[in-house]
């Protein structure tokens, strides 16, 4: 009886000292970063994929309306504008959390997301208001390149903007500790991807549609 005694405190002894050794196993400084990079890459080939899709169809208006027809020039300056700016506000954000500044990091991310929020509500404007014009993705290829692309951007903007909340919260409830500033370094990338994407989108799809 002693014996299995024994033999279950030492399994026990055991299991608590791995649990102890993997709740203190030391996080790989650039793990996390590589592997962030990685993501971003596979989503540059996504993009890459859609922006060589809209370039082969996007002259195939199947005797429907195109571009220079659709496309409302100032109402994209502005969206264009909301991301850039929110932009400049995460950088704002990325400042004060250098600082260890808890409040001035949460109220940047707060108006960075105000922008993103502001983007995202014009483009689903954009969306409706050419579906109701008869001009949805169904119509023609050159529409339904233009809906996959914008779109894809658009779902993108929004995974970031609920990410953000939830790092919000989380930056509210234990502060700028190592593994939220990292959260926050990847969330930047993240951010500034998107930002880099749009201005594609703008002057491929936009710019060049009109002119």
């Known amino acids: 009886m002693s014996d299995h005694r024994i033999q279950a405190g030492a399994a026990g002894a055991a299991l608590t000292v791995r649990e102890y050794h993997l709740a203190h196993e030391p996080h790989p400084e650039n793990g996390t970063s590589l592997g962030f990079w990685l993501?971003?890459?596979?989503?540059?080939?996504?993009?890459?994929?859609?922006?060589?899709?809209?370039?082969?169809?996007?002259?195939?208006?199947?005797?429907?309306?195109?571009?220079?027809?659709?496309?409302?020039?100032?109402?994209?300056?502005?969206?264009?504008?909301?991301?850039?700016?929110?932009?400049?506000?995460?950088?704002?954000?990325?400042?004060?959390?250098?600082?260890?500044?808890?409040?001035?990091?949460?109220?940047?991310?707060?108006?960075?997301?105000?922008?993103?929020?502001c983007f995202l509500g014009l483009e689903l404007y954009e969306f409706n208001h050419l579906i109701h014009e008869g001009a949805g993705p169904q119509r023609s290829a050159f529409l339904s390149a233009f809906f996959t692309l914008v779109g894809t951007h658009g779902l993108h903007v929004t995974f970031g903007l609920i990410w953000m909340v939830v790092l919000m919260v989380q930056i509210g409830q234990h502060g700028l500790i190592h593994e939220n500033k990292r959260r926050l370094m990847c969330l930047s990338m993240f951010w500034h991807f998107l930002d880099v994407v749009w201005i594609g989108v703008f002057t491929f799809v936009y710019l060049m549609g009109v002119l």
């Open 39 to 117: 993501y971003l890459m596979s989503d540059c080939l996504i993009f890459a994929a859609l922006f060589a899709t809209y370039g082969v169809l996007g002259r195939n208006y199947a005797a429907g309306p195109n571009g220079a027809e659709l496309f409302d020039l100032k109402l994209v300056a502005i969206n264009t504008a909301f991301l850039l700016l929110s932009s400049i506000t995460f950088g704002f954000a990325m400042l004060r959390k250098q600082m260890d500044d808890v409040k001035g990091t949460l109220l940047w991310l707060a108006v960075t997301g105000l922008f993103g929020l």
